[in-house]
């Protein structure tokens, strides 16, 4: 059974960090490529970053550009979001995902406010 499962968001202040992890089961996380996307109040869900299955090529929305980094540990089939610099427009609910050829699977997703 496929499932994704998202933590390490929180309250964090501006200018801070967080790490976000996303742990994959009943899949390899190194034979697709692995999203992050993100939905704040009110508004579509977005796609963040992406890391492709040889981890080789890395996309990233231009607003997160230079701020975060996406990584993928092999051993423990879990991917990471490492997020620098937050901003309070970087607030929503962070979900990885990816596609094979039937479906996209989701996270249930994890909160990260950035809030003074």
């Known amino acids: 059974q496929v499932q994704l499962v998202e933590s390490g968001g929180g309250l964090v202040q501006p200018g801070g960090s967080l790490r976000l992890s996303c742990a994959a089961s009943?899949?390899?996380?190194?034979?697709?490529?692995m999203s992050w996307h993100r939905q704040g109040p009110g508004t579509e869900r977005e796609l963040v970053a992406s890391?492709?299955?040889?981890?080789?090529?890395?996309n990233y929305a231009d607003s997160v550009k230079g701020r975060f980094t996406s990584s993928r540990d092999n051993a423990k089939n879990t991917v990471y979001l490492q997020m620098n610099n937050l901003k309070p427009e970087d607030t929503a609910v962070y979900f990885c995902?990816?596609?094979?050829?039937?479906?996209?699977?989701w996270g249930q997703g994890t909160q990260v406010t950035v809030s003074s």
């Open positions: 995902s990816f596609k094979d050829v039937r479906r996209t699977y």
């Open positions: 009943g899949f390899l996380v190194n034979l697709f490529t």
């Open positions: 890391i492709s299955s040889s981890g080789a090529i890395l």
